[in-house]
């Protein structure tokens, strides 16, 4: 619960963050951000994280266990094939916002 | 013009009063029910992904059209596996119907042409589809005109490229088949762009990986017209000098001037003329035909330069391109997933045009290649890339990315894995 909490926080802040960054540029901000970033993981992860295959579901999963999955193939923590590699490629804002957009999805 | 007006609408609604079913659509658009209509050329990666994904997340409020030549999808990712023997062409199949429950209306017929001030799309059986935006995935055709010896379809039957998976690709197989131990398979690779960089490496792997099972006094030649291995080179330099030792030989900087499909020989820019028993030719590539043929290949006139936040053409208005047509960003591969990947930024920004909508300013891309070494281990290179608004190109995300350490079976299952969630990705 507390960690639900914190990932809530988590994505309002990611929101305001990307909101100001992008009013600094007068450039309005999508309000798909999250199912357009979310997208990219459905290559290897299925529609809306729906996986026909060995590679894992993301749908309605937990955010927070996702948020800290992708911390710590980013930080290393977390050995990996390829995710590892992948995650340093997002920001905490966006890795908050893919996992909003997942836990949303119905498994 | 980046909004869909009635005015153009009603200008395109009259333009296609020919089209029967559509044009009762068009007639009731009058009184204010119609919807946009998007038009998608080419189902492959990119194109059969835009148009599940507009239809999707517009839940209904486009018309989407999808306009294919082949009954089904045929993948190239893993087809190579169908040249080494691992998989069977139907295998790397898949149909079409999956998209029908998104309401998708899909045309059989090859697109020739378009009018870009009519909106209109032109077929070669001579029907015409109206668009409000057109999305081109084209995928390459062959710059023939450099190799006047495959001018003929005889020759290009003969000296395959199979780099188009489908007929071409069980072809080559039957070539390797028929080919007698102690015979020699040669691959020719173009210079850089081209379609999937690594793919000629991971043929000539798998081709060796068939050799030491069934041919094992045969040989693989690889005949690169780059300077260097272009992609993955370590990993494939670890096949060749490690578990395929002796079987497959690597040459640089070999350039050819023409074929001779008659006699399987090579003419070679430098040195003597090569001949082979198999020999599978790879010609300089460009943008598909419908997009060199209408004018949207400006960049060398080879291939398409696009807005990366919309895919719309710069060359024309309402037109978007996707996959390997496109002039690429720095460091971002001619394959699959990123055409997939394209197309997801083009379907979510075409809906917002259509619709008055805000497109997304900061789009991001990440690709995902998985090479195959034998049937089982797999090597990776991964990418993630974001929008920048200075230089309005993609750029490469700093300390993302990579390769392997080394071919592991774990990704051998892993992009299995993959080609199954992408084809459903795509189809289903």
Redesign the interface.
């Known amino acids: 619960m507390k960690a639900h909490i914190r990932v809530t926080a988590l994505v309002a802040s990611a929101l305001t963050a990307i909101a100001a960054n992008a009013q600094s540029a007068q450039t309005p901000v999508s309000k798909h951000l999250a199912r357009n970033l979310a997208a990219q993981c459905a290559n290897c992860h299925g529609t809306n994280g729906h996986s026909v295959a060995e590679v894992p579901s993301l749908a309605g999963q937990n955010a927070a266990v996702l948020v800290n999955k992708m911390k710590d193939y980013k930080d290393g923590k977390q050995q990996a094939t390829i995710m590892h590699q992948l995650a340093k490629g997002y920001s905490d804002e966006q890795i908050a916002l893919i996992a909003d957009y997942f836990s949303k999805q119905p498994k | 013009m980046t909004t869909f007006n009635r005015r153009d609408f009603v200008k395109s609604a009259g333009a296609i009063s020919l089209l029967g079913a559509s044009a009762i659509t068009g007639c009731a658009s009058v009184g204010g029910s119609a919807k946009p209509r998007v038009v998608i050329v080419g189902g492959g990666y990119g194109g059969a992904t835009a148009a ?2 507009i239809a ?2 517009s839940e209904g409020k486009i018309d989407v059209t999808l306009v294919e030549r082949g009954d089904t999808f045929v993948s190239c990712p893993l087809s190579n596996l169908v040249i080494g023997g691992s998989k069977q062409i139907g295998d790397i199949s898949v149909s079409y119907d999956g998209l029908n429950k998104y309401g998708i209306r899909r045309v059989k017929g090859e697109a020739v042409g378009f009018d870009a001030d009519k909106k209109t799309l032109a077929l070669a059986d001579g029907t015409s589809l109206p668009f409000d935006r057109l999305i081109l995935s084209p995928g390459i055709d062959f710059m023939l005109e450099s190799l006047p010896g495959l001018a003929t379809a005889e020759a290009r039957n003969k000296v395959l490229a199979a780099w188009k998976a489908g007929p071409e690709t069980v072809a080559l197989r039957k070539q390797l088949v028929d080919m007698k131990d102690g015979g020699v398979y040669a691959i020719q690779i173009p210079k850089a762009p081209y379609r999937c960089p690594p793919g000629p490496y991971e043929r000539a792997c798998q081709v060796a990986w068939y050799f030491q099972q069934a041919k094992p006094k045969s040989k693989v030649l690889i005949l690169d017209a780059n300077e260097d291995v272009v992609s993955k080179k370590g990993l494939f330099m670890k096949a060749w000098n490690g578990q395929f030792k002796g079987l497959v030989e690597y040459r640089n900087n070999q350039e050819i001037q023409d074929v001779d499909a008659r006699t399987n020989t090579l003419k070679m820019s430098f040195g003597d003329d090569v001949k082979a028993d198999v020999l599978n030719v790879l010609p300089p590539m460009r943008a598909g035909n419908i997009a060199t043929q209408n004018g949207l290949n400006n960049s060398n006139k080879r291939w398409c330069q696009i807005d990366w936040l919309t895919y719309e053409s710069t060359a024309v208005k309402n037109v978007h391109i996707l996959g390997d047509a496109l002039q690429i960003a720095p460091a971002m591969p001619k394959s699959g ?1 990123m055409a ?2 394209h197309a ?2 083009c379907a ?1 920004a075409v809906i ?1 045009l259509l619709t008055g ?10 690709n ?1 290649c998985y090479s195959f070494i034998d049937d089982k281990n797999v090597v ?1 290179v ?5 929008y920048d ?1 200075a230089q309005k190109t993609m750029v490469t ?1 700093a ?4 390769l ?1 350490a080394d071919a ?1 079976r ?2 051998g ?2 992009a ?3 080609a ?3 084809w ?2 795509m189809l ?1």
Do not use: L
């Open positions: 599940k994904y999707m997340w997933h997939n990947q997801k930024v979510a917002a909508d805000v497109v997304n300013a900061a789009p991001m891309v990440a995902t990776h991964a990418s993630v890339h974001r608004a995300v300390g993302s990315g990579g392997s592991n774990t990704e299952i892993f299995n894995s993959w199954r969630n992408i459903a990705d289903a």
